[in-house]
């Protein structure tokens, strides 16, 4: 999978995805430090990434899109090291990696793992 790691993730997280047999990249290193949310969206979208962040304006501008890519994860674990991020994605990546595919918000804590399938309908 691709991912692309939003500036409030730490760029660590990147050598042991790629470990795992992903391709990653971090928006400070390819130029985007400064881009806004809805231009980080674009490019993921354009390049088919899933990004990664903390940051829940992501989940808030893909549910109102009415789009099915990018998908996004979002960490809201409270140890933010990466070993202890890369546990808790290790435990659930059978979980989320078919909806990542097919365009999801996933939200990712020390206990719950919620998973919004994309485009997310109005009630």
């Known amino acids: 999978m691709n991912f692309l790691l939003n500036m409030n993730v730490h760029r660590d997280m990147a050598a042991p995805l790629k470990k795992r047999g992903h391709v990653c990249r971090h928006v400070g290193d390819i130029g985007m ?8 969206v674009a490019e993921a979208k ?6 990664i962040a903390h940051d829940l304006d992501y989940g808030h501008l893909l549910a109102f899109s009415g789009e099915k890519a990018p998908s996004v994860i979002i960490l809201r674990l409270r140890n933010l090291r990466t070993g202890e991020v890369m546990s808790r994605f290790d435990a659930v990546w ?14 990712l804590s020390d206990r719950s793992l919620r998973i919004r399938i994309l485009p997310i309908e109005s009630e």
């Open 46 to 51: 354009r390049t088919g990434e899933v990004i």
């Open 33 to 40: 430090s400064r881009a806004k949310d809805v231009e980080i």
């Open 94 to 107: 059978k979980e989320i990696e078919s909806p990542l595919v097919d365009g999801a918000v996933v939200s």
